[in-house]
């Protein structure tokens, strides 16, 4: 649907013409969002006055940056910030860099690797933004969700501008919490519906010490990358336990050892998805490393100063996997795979394999928790997939998840996912009916409650597991949203 | 294969946006790392490799719409293929291949480009894709005493290509490489005014009957010569007899090489010594008909397996940019005493298009050049004194964009460089 008139002469007044399409013929290039209009705003003040707009006409609006449209009720206005995409700031001295909403991870990465620094990539990808919240491969050692968004520049629903943090009083990006306002049980989305109200259009993202090459040296061509040189000091394996348990007890030495620059819960197909370059390729790599793990496990980033660092990281990894029994999967000690892995892991390149590829779509449920309460609740809902895959529904994972500690410590990232076909209406259904029954399961079994679930739980369980707090987060919403124009509600329930 | 063969590769379009920047573990830095000049130039999702399967899949569920932004979206596409390299990193689906096809449904439909259109027209009465400007097809090669092919059978023919042949800046080119070859002691011929267009380009610009048609014309020319290898200076034809007349079944036992991979292997042989020294830092563009775009045919066929995953039986071989011709013009320039090459950010596989592809450079010539100072730009950043490159239309295109805009790098075509060499 085509915007009035009158509407769009307003919004074409802020952005310009050339930056504002409302054809309906065109909306479907927005995968399957029938939205009303795009507009491209370059910078905070149009964000602004495009929110009041908004405000103005009452109509609902979503920003969007890189990566992954999700889906939207039809008829709202998407915000498509790509041409706010300038990196404010390094700050080398104080460790944090100041991003618009379009630079991506991987652009801001590669900056930061030259100055001996990085951030935390999410899992998402590199080509998804540096601003993202979330959760990445480099947890263990460089935080995770809103952790490492420091100061944040934010245009409220209703149009009003706000700096957070140290922004707010002292106009410096080096602090999320103050002095000035934090707010951050508003913005950090880590409850359901998972959606910051509003349009962050400024992030300072935290920045940690790099111990890798300035640029990995590559050789070949897409899709097979390979490291021509293993940078020195750095090891990537994959260990497998013959327990659930031998590899928490593995995973918690580890933590506290502080020793591992990334440690990521990777079951076997996750593996296979990444090292190899087709859905064949991968089916049968999957099944060779089916055969040569002995039990559950997970990819290890080791990464020294020095050599001395090196060799004691190493040594301490050694003496924890030995005391675990646990094993390495050979076929990751081959130089070439561990090249790949080291670089894809660390660069976040190659997200879309282990999601995308098989089928075209993926459906997740990622949590937030202890270890090992999530890990036990994701050996259940593993294996409440293999009927789906048994049925051809999903594809073959094993009923596989994976996770991680973050900081170094026992509160972590756990996820699973079902990958299919979108253009399969069963599989559709049996996928949301899996991720309910593993949502509900959650909560009734008192594991942990939901990061991102089904929008009718947040009241029922959800809420009322953790001190009612959607009570309060729909009257903040009120207030901030007097005229409604937050799209949320529902979007669980979306489909193509 | 029509757009509704690729319906399930549209279908498997996630918007992860990859397709926007070069392969992520190839972005070196903030500046360079996007890969498509359709999105970059005009922002909207609609004109990103993805955006636009999205829109043919809409188009084949609920009938295409013509509109005027549609038609913008498709004819403002050089059709380069870096989407569907990036894309293929990760994926296994077609990206290029719908893209194009939604261009050819568009002709089909009736809604060319009118540009395109006239250039085409051209095509078929002429057999140029470019204006005579009322000389003969080879008058370049008058006084050369180059064999004729059209009277004297060869095994090898020099194909020059519409725009060397007829531009003046551009013959040089195909003189410099007539004296290569015969300094490296191979037996060729021209066809001469007897040549004709190899069609390519017409059908990068939708109008697949009207390539076929001149296709057909061209490989029976071919065929009377009597010639087993066509070496040609220019990229896009390079492409079309390589790879399209492949495809289309046109190809037979014709061995097609580019020039620069004949001088390779002349070089390789010690037939072709350069041995005169240049004292010049240059960088490289990869033409995209010569790289991702050369890369050979695969021939294929098969039926998705029903099921989970987006596979075929027998197994789907993909075209992901792997082979294109990227080391034997590397390999040439290295064997040229005194020329040090530095490389540019986005190269091979991912490089920027250098803005002459797709037909947009007569559709669209204000994007062609904006597309082609992205590249000079990039090629500036490296310090080097000239840009070198393999495809006539890269280079025009450049010295265009450079005369109007200034600066002190230099453009060569990489046959020029052997050519003083030796």
């Known amino acids: 649907m085509a915007l009035d008139k009158d509407i769009y002469a307003a919004f074409a007044g802020v952005v310009g013409e050339e930056n504002i399409c409302d054809d309906p013929a065109m909306m479907p290039a927005y995968f399957f969002t029938d939205f009303a209009a795009v507009i491209l705003p370059k910078d905070t003040a149009e964000v602004q006055a495009l929110v009041r707009l908004c405000n103005k006409f009452k109509l609902k609006y979503r920003p969007i940056c890189t990566g992954w449209t999700g889906f939207f009720p039809p008829g709202i206005v998407l915000f498509d910030l790509r041409r706010m995409d300038r990196i404010i700031e390094i700050n080398e001295r104080n460790m944090y860099a100041v991003v618009e909403p379009y630079v991506t991870s991987a652009q801001l990465q590669a900056e930061l690797f030259k100055r001996g620094l990085c951030t935390n990539m999410k899992g998402a990808g590199s080509q998804c933004s540096a601003m993202l919240r979330g959760h990445g491969h480099l947890d263990q050692s460089m935080g995770a969700d809103d952790r490492n968004h420091l100061a944040v520049e934010w245009v409220t629903p209703d149009g009003e501008l706000v700096r957070l943090g140290s922004l707010g009083s002292v106009g410096e990006w080096f602090s999320g919490d103050g002095p000035g306002p934090s707010l951050r049980s508003l913005i950090s989305s880590v409850v359901p519906p998972s959606c910051t109200p509003g349009v962050f259009t400024k992030v300072a993202m935290k920045l940690y010490h790099w111990p890798g090459p300035v640029r990995y040296s590559l050789t070949g061509y897409s899709p097979r990358y390979l490291l021509a040189e293993k940078p020195a000091n750095m090891m990537a394996r994959y260990y497998s336990f013959p327990t659930l348990d031998q590899m928490w007890q593995a995973e918690i030495k580890i933590g506290e050892a502080e020793i591992a620059l990334e440690l990521m819960g990777f079951n076997a197909a996750m593996v296979a998805a990444n090292i190899t370059t087709s859905n064949e390729e991968d089916e049968a790599m999957f099944k060779r490393l089916s055969q040569e793990v002995q039990g559950p496990g997970f990819f290890v980033i080791i990464a020294g100063n020095s050599p001395d660092d090196f060799a004691y990281k190493k040594k301490v990894l050694e003496t924890i996997i030995a005391e675990n029994q646990g094993l390495s999967l050979k076929s990751v000690e081959d130089p070439e795979i561990e090249g790949i892995l080291l670089t894809q892991c660390t660069r976040i390149s190659a997200s879309v394999r282990e999601t995308f590829r098989p089928g075209g779509n993926f459906k997740s449920i990622p949590i937030m928790g202890q270890r090992d309460l999530t890990i036990r609740w994701a050996v259940g809902a593993g294996k409440a997939k293999l009927p789906l895959i048994e049925k051809g529904l999903i594809a073959d994972d094993g009923g596989g998840f994976f996770g991680w500690g973050v900081e170094h410590g026992h509160l972590g990232k756990t996820e699973i996912f079902c990958k299919f076909s979108p253009l399969n209406p069963e599989a559709w259904k049996a996928v949301d009916a899996w991720a309910e029954e593993q949502a509900a399961r959650a909560v009734d079994e008192k594991y942990f409650a939901l990061t991102m679930g089904p929008e009718e739980q947040i009241e029922k369980k959800i809420g009322p597991a953790l001190s009612n707090y959607h009570l309060w987060w729909n009257k903040a919403l009120a207030a901030l949203d007097p005229n409604e124009v937050i799209p949320e509600k529902g979007i669980s329930k979306l489909h193509p | ?422």
């Open chain 2, 1 to 422: 294969m029509a757009l509704e063969e690729y319906a399930g590769d549209m279908s498997m379009c996630c918007r992860c946006s990859a397709c926007k920047f070069v392969p992520l573990q190839q972005v070196k830095g903030f500046k360079h790392a996007n890969v498509c000049p359709s999105i970059s130039r005009y922002n909207f999702h609609f004109y990103s490799g993805g955006g636009r399967l999205n829109l043919g899949y809409a188009g084949l569920k609920d009938g295409f719409k013509y509109v005027p932004r549609y038609l913008d979206t498709l004819y403002n596409c050089h059709l380069c293929g870096a989407c569907d390299v990036s894309c293929k990193y990760g994926m296994d689906m077609e990206v290029l291949r719908p893209i194009q096809e939604m261009r050819i449904r568009a002709v089909e439909d009736g809604h060319p480009h009118p540009m395109l259109q006239r250039v085409v027209e051209r095509m078929r009465v002429t057999g140029s894709m470019v204006s005579a400007g009322g000389q003969g097809r080879g008058a370049w090669a008058q006084g050369l005493g180059l064999v004729d092919a059209t009277k004297t059978k060869v095994d090898v023919l020099y194909h020059v290509g519409c725009l060397t042949s007829f531009d003046p800046d551009r013959q040089k080119v195909a003189a410099a490489t007539a004296r290569v070859l015969e300094r490296g002691g191979v037996a060729f011929g021209i066809l001469g005014d007897g040549e004709t267009c190899c069609g390519g380009r017409a059908y990068e610009m939708g109008h697949q009957a009207d390539f076929l048609a001149q296709a057909g014309k061209s490989r029976e020319l071919i065929e009377q010569s009597g010639a087993k290898t066509l070496v040609t200076s220019c990229a896009v034809c390079y492409q079309a007899y390589n790879v399209l007349y492949d495809r289309f079944g046109l190809k037979g036992d014709l061995e097609v090489l580019h020039v620069t991979q004949l001088i390779e292997r002349l070089m390789a042989e010690g037939r072709l010594k350069p041995s005169r020294p240049q004292s010049l830092e240059v960088t490289y563009h990869d033409p995209c008909h010569l790289g991702r775009l050369g890369e050979p045919w695969i021939h294929w066929q098969g039926k998705k397996i029903p099921g989970d995953r987006f596979v075929f039986d027998p197994p789907k071989p993909y075209r992901r940019g792997t082979n294109g011709v990227y080391e034997p013009p590397r390999r040439v320039l290295a064997g040229l005493p005194g020329v040090r090459l530095t490389e540019m950010d986005r190269i091979k596989e991912y490089a920027w298009c250098g803005g002459s592809c797709g037909g947009v450079i007569d559709s669209n010539p204000a994007f062609a050049e904006w597309t082609a100072g992205e590249r000079l730009a990039e090629a500036a950043c490296t310090g080097a004194e000239a840009i070198v490159t393999a495809s006539p239309w890269s280079e025009k295109l450049f010295a265009q964009v450079l005369a109007k805009r200034g600066g002190d790098l230099k453009v060569y075509d990489i046959v020029e460089l052997v050519d003083q060499a030796i």
